[in-house]
């Protein structure tokens, strides 16, 4: 009887010892998060889009009033119209990327 009297109080002072060694620090306190969402995460048999409700929700779903995104997407696509036309312009053979390309 005296040992189990020690053992509960010697498990629960290194859990709150543990606890309390993770959870004062910012960077230590986010991996513990992720780490025990994921870890639940893989109990449940949810995948990492399931858990991720704003990627789902943005997806294919372009937000119009969301200006910053919308530009950046604009951008994007534009780059590769301006490194043809300026290799059109110099009479070069623009890069080719891909290796499809190439063949």
């Known amino acids: 009887m005296k040992k189990r009297s020690l053992l509960i ?3 629960v002072a290194g859990a709150v010892g543990t606890a309390t060694y993770f959870l004062t620090d910012e960077k230590k306190r986010e991996k513990v998060k992720d780490v025990s969402k994921h870890t639940v995460a893989k109990w449940t048999g ?3 889009e399931d858990e991720d409700w704003e990627l789902n929700e943005k997806v294919g779903h372009s937000e119009p009033y969301d200006f ?9 696509a534009m780059h590769s119209v301006h490194h043809f036309d300026k290799a059109e312009e110099k009479g070069e053979e623009p890069v080719r990327t891909t290796i499809k ?3």
């Open 46 to 48: 949810k995948t990492k």
């Open 9 to 11: 109080p010697s498990v």
């Open 101 to 103: 390309d190439n063949e």
């Open 68 to 76: 910053e995104d919308n530009e950046m997407v604009a951008e994007g």
